[in-house]
């Protein structure tokens, strides 16, 4: 069974004392073929007009990206930042006005499955994603993004299969997808999604973690990963892989190793600064408070000029990212480091 088997959702306490929900027993449900309450439309269906765009109060996205090879011999890392892609998607509900995606996949033994990951699973999302008003619930988004990921899988197995010698390489991820005002975080492996918010109590920034890792050493994987036939050794699934979940890895799927993802919501309020998307890379140079400060030392950085054709804000956020890529490297950290920021703000 995978992690989160409690009865109905489950909110999981932020510094502010506000909600972040997980929907982890929604994901099995799904996944055990409960009947769906709507089906998707089918082709020739008339479009339905969306709600209107920008001035509708909507946060505003704005995506920065750095990333550092370290010591490695090779890139594995990739990611995907659209900070609107609300076009790409021929059919939604009248009642989506906007939707945004972010995602950081960390690959191992190779670039394939990352690189795989980065270039398909928004596309296939595009394709899962509700087409009619009554499936626009928190249930079909989830549903939604389980078939995405299991789809994505399958698609790069199948490909891993074909070749010879077989590709052995497996990748992490970590999605974020805003639909309207409200986020919805699916990751595998160890990646992290991170949304810094402002309490007006404490007056005081915190780094709100969104995702949930996922290891061998972890009771529930290693009793799923034991359950398959798998064992877990020196804390890795037979001694060799890292993490319990990841796309690709065919060679440890037969171990218990899971595309499955966990899959949480979080309402945004405008109290909430930025969202913080990373391999594991980074955090083995930093915890979440020596970032959280990294980063705001840049962004309070009063001698800092806007790079030219850039606004001030923009400048700030580039130089945020490359210097905590390049700072993680510089504390230790010998492996990919990939770093997202996503300015959140309300126009």
Request: charged content about 25%.
């Amino acid at each position: 069974m995978d992690a989160g088997n409690q009865e109905g959702e489950t909110a999981v306490s932020s510094p502010t004392g506000e909600a972040i929900f997980s929907m982890e027993k929604v994901a099995e449900d799904a996944m055990q073929g409960g009947k769906r309450k709507t089906e998707e439309t089918t082709e020739g269906e008339p479009e339905l007009k969306r709600r209107v765009s920008a001035g509708s109060g909507l946060y505003q996205f704005q995506s920065f990206s750095a990333e550092r090879k370290g010591e490695r011999e090779d890139m594995q890392d990739a990611c995907t930042l659209l900070d609107d892609c609300t076009e790409s998607f021929s059919t939604l509900p009248s009642t989506v006005s906007r939707i945004a995606y972010f995602a950081v996949f960390d690959g191992h033994s190779g670039a394939r499955a990352s690189q795989h990951a980065a270039q398909t699973l928004h596309q296939n999302l595009f394709g899962k994603f509700p087409k009619t008003d009554t499936g626009h619930n928190d249930k079909e988004i989830k549903r939604c993004l389980l078939d995405t990921f299991k789809l994505t899988d399958e698609a790069f197995l199948k490909q891993a299969s074909a070749q010879k010698p077989v590709w052995k390489d497996g990748s992490t991820a970590v999605c974020v997808m805003a639909v309207n005002n409200v986020l919805y975080i699916a990751n595998l492996g160890d990646s992290k999604a991170m949304l810094c918010r402002f309490n007006e109590q404490t007056q005081k920034l915190s780094l709100i973690p969104l995702s949930k890792e996922h290891n061998p050493t972890m009771y529930e994987e290693r009793m799923r990963i034991q359950k398959a036939g798998g064992t877990v050794k020196d804390g890795r699934v037979q001694g060799i892989l890292e993490v319990s979940r990841s796309i690709g890895d065919g060679r440890f799927k037969h171990c218990g190793v899971s595309c499955v993802p966990d899959i949480k919501k979080c309402q945004l309020a405008d109290s909430d600064r930025y969202l913080l998307l990373s391999c594991d890379g980074l955090w083995k140079g930093f915890s979440s408070d020596t970032a959280l400060q990294f980063i705001q030392n840049v962004l309070e950085d009063k001698t800092i000029k806007p790079a030219p054709g850039k606004a001030l804000d923009e400048t700030k956020y580039e130089l945020a990212c490359s210097k905590l890529a390049s700072e993680a490297i510089r504390r230790g950290s010998s492996d990919n480091v990939t770093v997202v920021l996503v300015s959140i703000s309300k126009t």
